[in-house]
Each structure stands twice: as C-alpha cells, then as structure tokens.
C-alpha cells in the first residue's frame, strides 16, 4: 500500500516541478549496462519511474515493463508521456518499501534513485521488496549517490562499503563502478554509484 504522507509529498515536488533528478532523457547508465552485458529483453520492472522515461526505453528495447512510482502525480504524467509511444506498460502506484509479495519475478530490474532514499527510512523493506520481485539469475541495476564527491547539491550519498554491505547480504555483486548522473541537456550531474547484481540461490 502507499504511503499517503510520501506520496502527498512526492506529488507536491512533481506539482511544484523540483524534480532535479528528471532529465527527461533515458539514463545513459543504463543504456550502457544493457548493451555492453548483453542483458535480453524480458520481464523488466523500474523501481521509483517517476515520470517514465526509463521505463519507455526499456519498452522500446523490447523489454515487457513493469513501472512502480509512489506518485500518483508522476504516474499520470508517465501515462500521459507513453499514450503515444504505442508500448503497453503496466503503471502501479506502490510504496517501493513495501511491494513485490506474491508476484511474478522478473529477470531484469532497474533503480535510479530509490535505493539511497530509501536505504534512510526502511532499508529492510526496500530489501525486501528485492527479493520478491527477483529469482535465481535475475539481475539489478542501482544507481545510487556517491559519498566520494560531497557538493551541496545532489542526490543523498552512499559509501562504497556500506553499499557492498547493505546490497551484497542477497545479491552477488557484479559491477561497481563511478559513473556521473545525467542533468538536463545532457549535462554531466552528480557523481553516482553504478551496481550491477545478480540473484543467486546461494546468497
């Protein structure tokens, strides 16, 4: 179930249009992961979506889509922003904390942003909600702030320790790297973490 008090003030900064992290623009991150580890289009679900731009990528790679946004404002601008794009995407409106019980997996899922929020508040619920939505060999991509970089600006901030703690209790990690978040225009945003894991019967 949403959060009421989150999500009225989630919709009040769509409302207000302080939205810093909504480039408009597919993240570059994420385009690069699934092109260069070769990841197959399949079952892809998008953790906090926002207004959907990923989500609409992941569709136009041939990716059947998933997209939870605790936003009912953000959702609807989603809605609004695939109408014409033709792809059939599944929209939920769901605290990220606390979804996934009982559905089907799926073999890929894609974060930018939700985990470094959320690790502050109930990072057990958010781990949990991993966990549900994944299986054996499924893979995720978290794009999370990084603590190396402190500027008054940005994204909350994680260090690489507490990542690997945190991330590697249920997933294998594959990829850890640097990489910069996107601004508007293209522009080169703040610095970030880019982890890739991967589900596996023995964590």
Known sequence: MPNVNIDRDWDARYDAGDTPWDSGLPSREMRRIIDERDIPPGRALELGCGTGT????LARR??????????SLALK??????????FDIEWIEADVQN???GIDPFGFVFDRGCYHC??????D???????NV???????LILAGNADEQTEHGPPRVKEPELRNELGRFFSIVEIR???FMDPGEVDGPLGWSTLLKRNSSK
């Open 54 to 57: 990923n989500a609409i990528e």
């Open 62 to 71: 041939g990716f059947t889509v998933t997209a939870v946004d605790c936003s």
């Open 77 to 86: 601008l989603a809605r609004d922003k695939a109408a014409s794009t033709g």
């Open 99 to 101: 979804f996934g019980e």
């Open 118 to 123: 959320c690790r502050r508040v109930d990072l």
């Open 125 to 131: 619920g958010y781990l949990s909600t991993l966990t």
């Open 134 to 140: 994944t299986q054996d060999g499924s893979q995720l």
């Open 178 to 180: 640097a990489f910069r």
